[in-house]
């Protein structure tokens, strides 16, 4: 069974409003490492249609990009993109397919058959597989701002603190660190 990691960027005071963080070639190669990692994405709809609206053309090189940001689009492109959602059914994007029912049983059948592990990019959709204690690992790109405005992560709450253990921390240039933590069980 594989595992599912939450991965986004955030600021120091929470916000993980993607216009907020640094977008450069070391924070893009940083993401593509961890979807090379990994054996799928997973993405509630919101998230799923920001990405489609820009990064195929990326891929299909229509739009102008530096080659870190190409070679994530190339990457994310090709790989497995799993989106739940209760409104929309069809997602045409190359090879996105769709949860439908029960959020944990379609879930855990998605870990359950992704050895690699699935990678985990959307901020409220993370509150509710937390919730449902699906999450085993966190691996976030803190950014040195203080943006000062939603949304934020975990804006909704939990019903309870989550122990984690500290597995890295690693600085990139612009001063974002990379942190890695597992759930603490039992």
Known sequence: MGILTFSINL???GCVDHREGIADDETHAFFTRLM???GAMLWGRVIYEMMESYW???ARGSEQAPPAVREWAVKLQAKPKYVVSSTR???PWNNSHHIAGD???GVQKLKDATPAGVLLGSGKLATELDRLDLIDEYRFLVH???AGHGPTLYQSGLP???RLELVSATPL???AVAVHYRRARG
């Open 103 to 105: 959020l944990r049983t």
């Open 144 to 146: 040195p701002r203080i």
């Open 173 to 175: 240039r612009s001063g």
């Open 56 to 58: 195929p053309a990326v």
């Open 89 to 91: 059914k069809n997602f």
């Open 160 to 162: 309870g603190t989550r």
């Open 36 to 38: 090379d990692e990994g």
């Open 11 to 13: 600021t120091l005071d």
